[in-house]
């Protein structure tokens, strides 16, 4: 099993997200929900051997990403560590947005 790590953008993202479903559903409980099931899963896709969910060599080498409801997660295994990188929103220009990002 690998351990599991949050980089800072996706640490911020899940916390934008939280924001936006609590102001949109006008619930805090349901915000907070959520959140709790994109931390499972991504528990979960740590917990999985060998490399999961879908190679993304056109935005970073190293880059793979699995769908979560309207969300898309991306990770990267790093040695013994499942590193979620981001986690936003299916609908955005995804190729736009890692666009020269190499970090």
């Given at each position: 099993m690998a351990r599991l790590r949050y980089t800072d953008a996706a640490r911020a993202d899940i916390a934008d997200i939280t924001l936006y479903i609590?102001?949109?559903t006008g619930s805090r409980r349901v915000a907070e929900n959520f959140r709790e099931q994109i931390h499972?899963?991504?528990r979960h896709l740590a917990t999985l051997p060998g490399s999961m969910g879908r190679p993304r060599p056109e935005l970073r080498?190293?880059?793979r990403s699995?769908?979560?409801k309207n969300y898309v997660?991306?990770?990267r295994?790093?040695?013994d560590v499942f590193e979620v990188v981001d986690v936003m929103a299916g609908h955005r220009d995804i190729?736009?947005?890692f666009g020269g990002d190499e970090t």
């Open positions: 609590a102001r949109e499972q899963k991504c080498a190293d880059l699995v769908a979560f997660i991306f990770f295994y790093r040695d190729e736009d947005y």
